[in-house]
């Protein structure tokens, strides 16, 4: 399979545990996104690498937030002293970096978090 | 006013009828558009980019006014495989936007 692959696809944790999600997306892609989407509601941007550089954070993305793409391949997302209203589903996209309007993103198959 | 707007629907059509949405975006320098489609518990999906002179794929049709700021799908000739949610997605320089989606179901 040579789609974005993300792990795990489900994760249940109890307030105030720390969890790390990972992402590798296509492998010739230079940029790589993170969303969050909950019930009814469209994905979330919260960050976004080209390469290893972190370019954008979101203001949803609080200091318990934390992204790294430490060699411009896979990517993890960290969420520390996690909270009730983080469940939800994390979404990595990632995309070949051509000019703005020709960009794909290719989505994974996401990662369900519930937060008990 | 958020950033991204669409109606929720759902939008209940029967098979072979014409659907379109709407989505209207709220900052003016935004520079490209995109529909992505989205089944239910499954990640979203590239449906088309739309371009200032509109574009067509097949049944799908897409469109843009920058001076009215909106997008728009059109999807002609409905199948039951249509069902879904359509999300609208706006970029700017670096921040991607996406809206609440319209959920579509095809009627037999």
């Known amino acids: 399979d040579t789609g974005v692959s993300q792990n795990p696809r489900h994760k249940i944790t109890k307030r105030g545990q720390n969890v790390t999600f990972r992402c590798d997306p296509i492998s010739e892609h230079n940029r790589l996104y993170w969303y969050r989407q909950t019930l009814g509601q469209g994905p979330e941007f919260l960050t976004y690498f080209q390469n290893e550089a972190q370019l954008e954070k979101s203001r949803l993305l609080s200091d318990r937030f934390s992204a790294e793409r430490p060699k411009g391949s896979f990517s993890t997302l960290e969420i520390q002293r996690t909270e009730q209203g983080d469940s939800a589903m994390y979404l990595c996209a990632s995309s070949l970096g051509l000019a703005v309007y020709q960009e794909t993103q290719y989505f994974g198959p996401g990662t369900r978090l519930l937060v008990l | 006013r958020k950033e991204v707007e669409q109606d929720p629907g759902p939008f209940n059509v029967p098979e072979g009828a014409t659907v379109a949405f709407n989505c209207t975006y709220s900052?003016?320098?935004?520079?490209?558009f995109f529909w992505y489609r989205q089944d239910c518990r499954k990640e979203p999906k590239l449906l088309m980019s739309v371009y200032s002179s509109g574009n067509e794929d097949g049944r799908f049709t897409a469109q843009l006014n920058r001076a009215s700021q909106y997008i728009s799908l059109l999807i002609r000739d409905s199948k039951l495989s249509d069902s879904a949610t359509y999300l609208c997605v706006v970029r700017g320089y670096q921040k991607v936007t996406f809206g609440i989606g319209t959920k579509l179901q095809v009627i037999p």
């Open positions: 900052n003016s320098a935004s520079q490209s």
